[in-house]
C-alpha cells in the first residue's frame, strides 16, 4: 500500500498543480495483473513505487531496521522535448537503516532523471537504479546493492510466495473517491539475507523482509491530513498489511488492509475492518512533532500491539524531499508476547500534507 | 640649530614656486591616480570575476569542456561512470542574445539533481524542486535581475537562430555569486538553443580519496578530441591571464606618468635649489650637517609626493568607479563579461602607489640636494659659484652601455606572456640617452657653424663652453617628447594597420550578423536561402564561428568557417608574409592569426590537427593573417570544408554584396519584406563597421591622448625650471655682460637662442629616442602583450608640426623663464660679489 510517502514530495505536490500535458494511464478495476511485467515499471503512470522494509540480525544478535525505496515520477511535464535529458521520468531512491545503539536513523538519497543508463527503471521486470544505487529481481529473489554516506547495503530478499495481490485483485482504493486508487501488491515474508556496512563495518546479516510495488496515476485524497501504515511479517508465516488515511478533522478518512495467513490464504479487510488506535507518543527533539509511536492495530481477526525498534525513527527530508515523517521497524506483540516483526509508517504529524 | 630658521628658509621655496609645485603635486597625482584606478578596477573584476567562478563551479573538482559548439552528450554517461566519479554534471551553457538589445546573458541549462551536489548556485531557488524542470522557466542571478530591470513573474526573451524564444521567470538562482546569469532546465536549453545531443561542459565531483591530479590524467585520455579536462581554478586563472597584458599595459602608462612626475620636481627643485644656494650656505655654515640638508631638501620632496599621493588615490579611487560605472568590470575590453564587480578601497595598492608617489618625488629632488649640499659653504655664500652645479661632463660609457643593454633587452622574449623585456629595453634606452645628452649636446653644438649676430654667437660659444649646464634642461624635453613620439607612432601605425585590416576584412557591401550579440542566434539553412533570394542580392558568402579548445591551459581559439572565393580563397584575408602554394595531396589549409604563431606555435606548411565534431582532421596551415579582433588565435578554414567534416550547416554572420543600384536601405526594406525574421539580425555597412571600430579604438586610446598632452606639458613646465635655473645661476653672468655694454634686448636675444639650441637638440633627440622606442611598442610590446602585428605608419605631418609648435613653445618658455629669473637685479647681481 501507503508509501504514498512519495506523493507528498514537492516534485509531486507540483505535478498536481500543473495541467500536465501527459495523458496518464488510469487505474482500472477488473484488470489482471501479469507477471513477471507487472514486476517492471509503468511509465504510462504519473507515480511508482518499490518499498523494501525489513528486519535484520547480525552475527552478535543485534537487530536492525533496514528500508530501501525506488520511486519513480512521471511529472507530465516535457513530454514534446527532442532531448535525452528530458525529464519524462524521474526516479528517486531513499535509504535508511535503523540501528538502536545508534539511537537514530541514518539515511541517504538519491534523485535523477531517467536516461543514460545513470538512472532507469526497466519495464519488463523489477531492475531500477539510480546512479549506483540499484534494485534487481532475478528469479524469486530481489537484490538491493547501495552504498550511502554512512552505510553500505548489500542484501538479498529471496520470495517463497506469489505476490499479495493487495485490495480487489490487485486494485487498492485510497479513498471515498473511486479514482482514488492504485495498483498494490506486496511480497512478505521475504528472506533477507546480505551484509549491512556500518561504520565501515560490514556485517552479515539475516532477517525477514517487505516489498510493496504500487503504481497510479491519482490518489491521495484532497482531505487527507495523513496516514498510518503497517505491514507485518508474523513469526508464524502469515502477513498483514493495514493502513487508515486520517481526515483533517481527526477522524478516520478510509482505511483497509489484507491478511494472509500461513497457509497462503488472502483476506481482504474493508474500511471497517481495520483500526488503528496510539498507545504512546513520542516527541522529536529535532521538530517538536510529536509522533503516536506505538499502536493497538485491530485488523479483522488479528488485534497486535505495536512498539517500535526504538522512538526515534523520525526522517527529516525537509532540506531535500521537504518533509518530515516516521519510518520505523516495529515488533508486534499479541498479550505481550512477540509474535512478528514489521515497519510502521507516520506521516502528516508536522502538519497536514497539502495537496 | 633653529629649526624655525630652517623652516622660514624651507618654506620659502614653497611660497615662491607655487604654480610649479602645484604642477608637481598634479603630474605625481596623476601617476598614482591612474596606476590606483588600473588596481582598483582589476582587483575588482577580477575578483569578483574569480569569486563568481568559485561560487558558480561550486565543489567541482574537475571540469570537462570542449568547443564553445559543444561537445557529444553521450560522453556525460561515459563521464558519470568513471569509477573516480562521484557525481557528473552536464551544463548547457548559451551566451543568448536578449531580444531587442546588443547584450547577451549567459544561460545555463542543467540538469537540478545533478548540479545541487556539484554547483549549487546554478540550481534555481523554487518553491518546488518541479519548477525548476519546467522547460519555459529560467532562473535569474540577482545581478542579472537588476541588470534586465527584470524579477520573478516577468519574462526573458532571448534569440535562438532569428526566432524569438519567451521564457518565464520563475525566481532567483546563483546567490550571491554577483555575476549575470539565467539557470534552465538542460532538455529545455538544448530544445530552446537547438544544441540537442551536445553539452558545453560536464562538470565532475570526485569520491572521497579520489587523487585528482591521477584522476585527471586518467580521464584526459578518455576524452575525444577537443574536449578537456581542468580543475575549474585553472579556468579562472586562464581568464585572469588574459587581462593581465592589458592591465600590464595600463600599468606601464601609469609608471611612465609618475616618471615624468619625477622629472618635474627634478627640475623644479633644481631650479629651487639654486634659488637658495646661499640659504644653503649659510645654514651650512649656522652648523647645518651636509647630511642634514640633503635630508630636508628630500623631505622636501617627499612633502611633494605625499600631497600628490594623497590627491593621486582620491582621483584613482573617483576615476575607478567612474570606469566602472560607464564601462562596467570589463574596462571596455570584454574580458569580464557577465561580472558585476564593486570596488572596494584597497589598502594594500594605496599603499603601494602612494609609496610609489613619495619615493618617486624624493628621487627626484635627490640629485639636486646633493648638488646643493655638495657646494662649499664659504664659495657658495659668494656669489657666481652657481654653475658648478652643472659643470660635470661625465664619460659617455654608462649610456652607451645601457643603450646597449636596451637593444639587446628588444631580442628578449616574453616573461611570463608579458613584455617586460620590451619595457626594460625602452626604460633602458631612455636613462641611457639621458646619461648621454651632454655629450649629444656638445657633439652637435661643435658642428654648428658660428653665427654672424653677436648675441647668438655669444648663445652659442656659452653652450659649447658649458655643455653640462644644458643637459638638465634637455633632460625633461627629451624624457617627455620620446615619450608622447614613441606613443603618438605607435598609435597612429595601430589605428592605420587596423583601418587597412578593416577594408581588407570587409569587401562586401552589407554585413548581416544572425546577433549583434551572443552565440545563441544563427542563420539556418532555410534562412540562408531566404537571405539569398531576397531581391537586389548579387551574392551572399557566410561565415560560421566556433570556438575550439586546442590547449587545456590557453583560453579557447575562434574557428572561423568562411565562403571563401574558390580561385583565390586568400584574396580575402589580411595576410602577413609568404603563403603556401596549394599542392596535391595537402589537407585542407587553414590560416591561422598570428596569436596562434604565438600561442601555439604555429607556422605555415606545419601540419596541424584541429578537433572538430570529436574528430580530429588534418589541416596545413596555409598562410598567417593579422587579427585586431581575438587575441586569443583565430583559424580560418573553408566553409565547405566545414560543413563536409561537421555537417553543420548553420551560419553566424553574412556577407552580401549587391546588386548594381540597389543601397543598403534598399536592401533593408527588401529584406524586412522578404524575411520579417531578419529583423532581429543586425545589419551593418562596412563603413558603419568601421566608423565604430575607429570610435572603439579612439576611446580606449583616449587615455594614451590625454597623458600625451600631459607629457607635453609636463615636458614644458620642466623645460622651464630648469633653464631658469640655468640662467638664475648665470645671474652674474648676464650683469657683467650688461656691464661691458650688452642690451637688454641682446641679451634676451642671447637667451633665446641659447632656449632654442637647447630646444632644437632635446626635440631632434627626442624624436630620434621616440622613433626607435615606438619601434620597441610596435615589434616588441604589442606583439608580446598581443599577439599582433602591425605596420609601421610615421604621421610625419602630425609630427613635424608638433615638433615645430613645441620648439616655438620651447623657446617662449625658455626667454619667458629667463625673464623672470633675470627680473630686474641682474646689474646688481655683479654687485654681489664687491
Redesign the interface.
Given at each position: 500500500m501507503d508509501r504514498r510517502i512519495f506523493l507528498t514530495m514537492?516534485?509531486l505536490?507540483?505535478?498536481g498543480r500543473?495541467r500536465a500535458d501527459a495523458a496518464y494511464a488510469r487505474v482500472e478495476r477488473g484488470a489482471a495483473l501479469v507477471f513477471p511485467r507487472d514486476h517492471g515499471s509503468h511509465p504510462d503512470f504519473r507515480t511508482e513505487w518499490w518499498y523494501v522494509t525489513g528486519w535484520a540480525r547480525d552475527a552478535d544478535g543485534a537487530d536492525f531496521g533496514v528500508q530501501v525505496t525506488f520511486f519513480r515520477n512521471r511529472?507530465g511535464?516535457?513530454e514534446a522535448?527532442?532531448?535525452?535529458?528530458?525529464?519524462k521520468t524521474?526516479l528517486f531512491a531513499h535509504a535508511a537503516v535503523a540501528d538502536p545503539r545508534a539511537g537514530r536513523l541514518r539515511h541517504d538519497q538519491r534523485?535523477?532523471?531517467a536516461g543514460?543508463?545513470?538512472a532507469e527503471a526497466a519495464e519488463a521486470t523489477t531492475d531500477v537504479r539510480v546512479?549506483d544505487w540499484s534494485l534487481r529481481l532475478a528469479g524469486d529473489t530481489y537484490v538491493a546493492r547501495l552504498a550511502a554516506r554512512d552505510f553500505a547495503f548489500d542484501l538479498a530478499f529471496g520470495a517463497r510466495e506469489p505476490p499479495l495481490l493487495q485490495g480487489e485483485g490487485g486494485v487498492s482504493r485510497k479513498g471515498p473517491r473511486e479514482a482514488e486508487a492504485s495498483y498494490y501488491y506486496s511480497r512478505p515474508q521475504l528472506a533477507l539475507s546480505g551484509t549491512v556496512t556500518l561504520d565501515g563495518r560490514a556485517r552479515r546479516v539475516t532477517g525477514v523482509a517487505w516489498l510493496d510495488h504500487e503504481w497510479s496515476s491519482e490518489y491521495v485524497p484532497p482531505e487527507a491530513q495523513g496516514w498510518d501504515w503497517t505491514g507485518l511479517n508474523f513469526d508464524d508465516g502469515s502477513a498483514l498489511m493495514a493502513f487508515r488515511m486520517r481526515a483533517r478533522d481527526g477522524g478516520d478518512l478510509w482505511a483497509g488492509g489484507a491478511l494472509r495467513d500461513a497457509a497462503g490464504n488472502v483476506r481482504a479487510l474493508g474500511r471497517n475492518d481495520v483500526r488503528f488506535a496510539p498507545l504512546r507518543q513520542w516527541r522529536s527533539p529535532r521538530t517538536g512533532f510529536v509522533y503516536p509511536v506505538a499502536f493497538r492495530v485491530d485488523a479483522g481477526p488479528v488485534s497486535v500491539e505495536l512498539t517500535p525498534l526504538m522512538d526515534d525513527q523520525e526522517l527529516d527530508a525537509r532540506g531535500s524531499v521537504g518533509i518530515v515523517y516516521w519510518e520505523g521497524a516495529v515488533r508486534a506483540l499479541a498479550a505481550g508476547r512477540p509474535v512478528g516483526r514489521g515497519y510502521l509508517e507516520l506521516t502528516g504529524y508536522g502538519g497536514p500534507i497539502r495537496l | 640649530m633653529n629649526t624655525a630658521v630652517v623652516q622660514a628658509v624651507l618654506g620659502g621655496a614653497f611660497t615662491h614656486q607655487r604654480g610649479r609645485l602645484a604642477l608637481s603635486v598634479l603630474a605625481i597625482a596623476l601617476g598614482v591616480a591612474l596606476g590606483y584606478a588600473v588596481a582598483l578596477i582589476n582587483a575588482a573584476a577580477v575578483g569578483e570575476f574569480a569569486g563568481g567562478m568559485r561560487t558558480l563551479s561550486g565543489v567541482a573538482d574537475l571540469e570537462v569542456r570542449g568547443p564553445r559548439g559543444g561537445f557529444d552528450?553521450?560522453l556525460?554517461?561515459t563521464l558519470?561512470?568513471d569509477p573516480d566519479v562521484a557525481v557528473a554534471s552536464?551544463v548547457v551553457e548559451v551566451d543568448a542574445r536578449i531580444a531587442g538589445r546588443d547584450d547577451a546573458l549567459v544561460v545555463y541549462g542543467v540538469?537540478a539533481?545533478?548540479a545541487a551536489a556539484v554547483t549549487p548556485a546554478l540550481v534555481g531557488a523554487a518553491?518546488?524542486?518541479?519548477?525548476l524542470?519546467?522547460?519555459g522557466a529560467v532562473f535569474l542571478s540577482p545581478a542579472a535581475a537588476a541588470w534586465l530591470g527584470a524579477g520573478p513573474g516577468g519574462t526573458l526573451t532571448v534569440q535562438s537562430g532569428v526566432r524569438d524564444v519567451v521564457l518565464a521567470i520563475a525566481g532567483y538562482a546563483g546567490g550571491d555569486a554577483g555575476r549575470r546569469f539565467a539557470v534552465m532546465?538542460?532538455?529545455?536549453a538544448?530544445?530552446a538553443f537547438a544544441r540537442?545531443?551536445s553539452l558545453s561542459r560536464v562538470d565532475l565531483r570526485l569520491r572521497p580519496g579520489s587523487d585528482a591530479a591521477l584522476a585527471r590524467e586518467r580521464i584526459a585520455r578518455t576524452l575525444p578530441p577537443g574536449v578537456v579536462v581542468a580543475a575549474p581554478r585553472d579556468n579562472a586563472a586562464t581568464t585572469e591571464r588574459m587581462s593581465r597584458a592589458y592591465r600590464v599595459n595600463l600599468n606601464v602608462l601609469a609608471l611612465v606618468a609618475l616618471f615624468t612626475g619625477g622629472l618635474l620636481v627634478f627640475s623644479t627643485q633644481a631650479l629651487s635649489v639654486v634659488r637658495r644656494r646661499a640659504q644653503f650656505a649659510l645654514l651650512r655654515t649656522l652648523g647645518l650637517a651636509r647630511r642634514r640638508l640633503v635630508a630636508l631638501l628630500v623631505a622636501e620632496g617627499a612633502l611633494v609626493g605625499a600631497a600628490g599621493s594623497v590627491v593621486g588615490l582620491a582621483a584613482g579611487y573617483g576615476l575607478a568607479y567612474a570606469v566602472l560605472r560607464v564601462f562596467g568590470a570589463d574596462l571596455g575590453a570584454g574580458f569580464f563579461r557577465g561580472a558585476a564587480p564593486q570596488i572596494a578601497f584597497d589598502a594594500w595598492s594605496a599603499l603601494v602607489f602612494a609609496a610609489l608617489g613619495v619615493a618617486v618625488a624624493m628621487t627626484g629632488s635627490f640629485a639636486p640636494a646633493r648638488e646643493a649640499a655638495r657646494a662649499a659653504p664659504a664659495a657658495a655664500l659668494k656669489a657666481g659659484d652657481e654653475q658648478q652645479a652643472f659643470a660635470r661632463l661625465r664619460s659617455p660609457l654608462p649610456g652607451l652601455v645601457l643603450l646597449a643593454a636596451g637593444a639587446a633587452a628588444t631580442r628578449l622574449p616574453p616573461v611570463g606572456g608579458l613584455p617586460l623585456a620590451g619595457y626594460g629595453a625602452i626604460a633602458l634606452m631612455l636613462i641611457g640617452t639621458l646619461l648621454l645628452l651632454p655629450r649629444i649636446a656638445a657633439l652637435v653644438l661643435a658642428r654648428v657653424p658660428a653665427p654672424r649676430a653677436f648675441a647668438p654667437a655669444l648663445a652659442l660659444d656659452q653652450l659649447r663652453g658649458a655643455p653640462g649646464q644644458a643637459s638638465v634642461s634637455l633632460a625633461t624635453i627629451v624624457a617627455s617628447v620620446s615619450l608622447m613620439v614613441s606613443m603618438a607612432i605607435m598609435v597612429a601605425s595601430f589605428r592605420q594597420s587596423l583601418d587597412d585590416w578593416l577594408a581588407a576584412l570587409l569587401p562586401a557591401d552589407v554585413y548581416v550578423r544572425a546577433g549583434p550579440a551572443g552565440d545563441s542566434a544563427y542563420f539556418d539553412q532555410r534562412d540562408q536561402q531566404a537571405l539569398a533570394a531576397v531581391p537586389g542580392v548579387a551574392r551572399v558568402a557566410f561565415l560560421r564561428a566556433q570556438a575550439l579548445v586546442l590547449d587545456p591551459a590557453l583560453p579557447r581559439v575562434t574557428l572561423l568557417a568562411r565562403d571563401l572565393p574558390g580561385d583565390d580563397p586568400e584574396q580575402r584575408l589580411p595576410l602577413v608574409g609568404e603563403t603556401l602554394p596549394r599542392r596535391a595531396g595537402d589537407p585542407p589549409p587553414v590560416w591561422v592569426s598570428e596569436a596562434m604563431v604565438d600561442l601555439h606555435g604555429m607556422h605555415p606548411g606545419a601540419r596541424i590537427e584541429l578537433p572538430l565534431a570529436g574528430r580530429t582532421w588534418p589541416f596545413v596551415v596555409a598562410g598567417i593573417w593579422r587579427d585586431y579582433a581575438r587575441q586569443q588565435g583565430a583559424l580560418v578554414v573553408e566553409r565547405a570544408t566545414y560543413v563536409a567534416l561537421t555537417g553543420d550547416r548553420s551560419a553566424t554572420d553574412a556577407a552580401v554584396w549587391l546588386a548594381p543600384g540597389v543601397t543598403p536601405a534598399a536592401f533593408r526594406a527588401a529584406l524586412d519584406a522578404r524575411f520579417p525574421e531578419a529583423a532581429r539580425a543586425a545589419l551593418s555597412t562596412p563603413g558603419e563597421i568601421r566608423a565604430l571600430s575607429l570610435a572603439v579604438f579612439d576611446r580606449t586610446f583616449a587615455v594614451t591622448y590625454g597623458l600625451l598632452a600631459a607629457a607635453i606639458v609636463i615636458g614644458l613646465v620642466g623645460l622651464s625650471s630648469s633653464f631658469g635655473a640655468l640662467v638664475l645661476a648665470r645671474r652674474r653672468e648676464f650683469g657683467v655682460l650688461r656691464h661691458l655694454g650688452m642690451t637688454r634686448r641682446q641679451v634676451g636675444a642671447m637667451l633665446a637662442t641659447e632656449g632654442a639650441a637647447i630646444s632644437a637638440i632635446g626635440l631632434a633627440t627626442g624624436l630620434t629616442l621616440g622613433f626607435v622606442m615606438s619601434l620597441v611598442l610596435i615589434h616588441v610590446v604589442n606583439r608580446q602583450s598581443f599577439h599582433w602585428s602591425m605596420a609601421l605608419s610615421v604621421p610625419w605631418g602630425s609630427l613635424a608640426a608638433l615638433a615645430a609648435a613645441l620648439l616655438v613653445l620651447a623657446m617662449a618658455t625658455t626667454v619667458a623663464s629667463a625673464r623672470q629669473a633675470m627680473g630686474g637685479g641682474v646689474i646688481r647681481a655683479v654687485r654681489d660679489d664687491w
Open positions: 514537492p516534485w505536490l507540483a505535478a500543473v511529472p511535464i516535457a522535448s527532442a532531448s535525452r535529458f528530458a525529464p524521474l534523485a535523477a532523471r543514460f543508463g545513470i546512479d | 552528450e553521450a556525460y554517461a558519470a561512470r552536464p540538469d539533481f545533478r518553491d518546488t524542486a518541479l519548477d524542470l519546467r522547460p532546465d538542460i532538455a529545455a538544448q530544445d540537442g545531443g
